[in-house]
């Protein structure tokens, strides 16, 4: 595997070829240690319970079972920064009704009330206790260019996205749990290494939000031209989203405007749960599905590789020659040279946001009730917590 334990805390990795961001990938939780030996005696057990697991975190997981829907955690004396950790419990809830977890939130069983979503979010808005913070997670629409030939036509697409306002999205539907995305990549993840602004705030980037504005009068005019070009009439499609009830007012919301601003275009929807939308959209049983993705590290390949040709995350089967050349040289060739990577990249989303291969709808921004006397939440883009610092004042 080209990795080797060199002493008690040096581990030594031999890459088959350079990795720019290998710190951060390594820092994700699917590199995190787990003790061997207790994995072995547990054997299929393992991870069903905390009994037999082993934790070198500030706190530990105690008397959880899976299936159970509180969780308490107890400080880690065992963690190497422990006399650091302020914090001597924690205690977790699943909460699936909104009103109840207001209720406890307001009689102060809970110090932190998180995602937060959809009327629940619009009504806590203006609440002195409500706050937002971006996550690293895009969501967007890709449509099946496999079933549907003529869903390669690039006006076909532009319309689309133009007929979406991205901004009235956020805000009333989402209730500002989502940001207006132009882009696959997400913002305020990665700055260029030269001038240090954002990656979505590039020139090139800006100068591509017309292909994500929202004009219904070019949308029009740009639907026609390419039910021209492909010769079709009308168009109807099935958009196939999760049941929850904030992707079912999105997905009326995105219903209402095409059909509204696209001429012969009819859009049915089909709500069903995770597991199944999920099965459908691997195995390609769709005309247009919503997807998302959520960065494993904070580098924009990581977005842009999911739409390369032959990519089993590219469910729409889009598909553009120096689209992919261009993130492989990213990934290869330019891999040490910092400068013409972050050009490579630029031109990839160049690409993909002016062909709209998928049609980008928003960025998540997670959302959260938290007492006044609560603080030290570190919370990283993913939306993983680290309550090591964690305290109440």
């Known amino acids: 595997m080209g990795i080797k334990a060199l002493g008690k805390y040096k581990l030594q990795v031999t890459l088959e070829h350079p990795i720019p961001y290998f710190d951060t990938l390594v820092s994700g939780g699917q590199f995190l240690p787990i003790n061997k030996k207790a994995v072995d005696k547990m054997g299929d ?11 070198n975190g500030p706190f530990k997981l105690e008397n959880w079972k899976v ?13 190497w920064n422990a006399k650091n950790v302020k914090l001597n419990e924690l205690k977790y809830y699943y909460i699936a009704d909104p009103n109840t977890g207001l209720n406890l939130y307001d009689t102060n069983v809970l110090d932190r009330y998180a995602d937060l979503s959809g009327d629940s979010a619009r009504q806590l808005a203006h609440n002195k206790d409500f706050k937002t913070t971006p996550n690293n997670g895009t969501y967007f629409l890709e449509l099946n260019e496999k079933s549907h030939p003529y869903l390669k036509n690039e006006k076909l697409r532009q319309a689309m996205s133009m007929t979406i306002n991205r901004d009235e999205l956020c805000n009333n539907i989402l209730g500002k749990t989502g940001l207006p995305a132009h882009s696959l990549v997400p913002s305020k993840m990665s700055k260029s290494p030269t001038t240090g602004v954002d990656f979505t705030d590039e020139p090139s980037a800006i100068a591509d939000r017309k292909y994500t504005e929202y004009n219904p009068e070019l949308a029009k005019k740009l639907w026609q031209e390419g039910l021209k070009e492909t010769g079709q009439k009308q168009i109807n499609l099935t958009l196939t989203a999760d049941n929850t009830d904030t992707t079912k007012k999105m997905a009326e919301y995105l219903q209402s405007n095409m059909e509204k601003d696209l001429p012969g275009f009819h859009l049915n929807i089909s709500s069903v749960p995770f597991k199944t939308r999920l099965q459908r959209q691997v195995s390609k049983n769709f005309d247009m599905v919503t997807s998302a993705w959520v960065a494993d590290y904070p580098d924009p390949t990581n977005f842009l590789d999911l739409q390369t040709t032959g990519n089993s995350n590219n469910d729409g089967s889009w598909s553009n020659k120096e689209y992919d050349e261009a993130v492989k040289k990213a990934e290869t060739t330019d891999a040490n040279n910092p400068e013409a ?40 883009p993913t939306g993983i917590y680290d309550m090591g610092a964690a305290y109440k004042k």
Do not use: C
């Open 45 to 55: 057990q393992y991870g069903l319970t905390s009994k037999g697991m082993i934790f």
């Open 67 to 79: 299936g159970d829907t509180e969780w308490h955690e107890v400080k880690n004396k065992s963690y």
């Open 341 to 380: 990577r972050w050009n490579d990249m630029l031109k990839a989303q160049h690409i993909i946001t002016k062909e709209q291969g998928v049609i980008t709808t928003y960025q998540d921004n997670g959302a959260a009730l938290t007492k006044p006397n609560s603080k030290g939440f570190n919370i990283t």
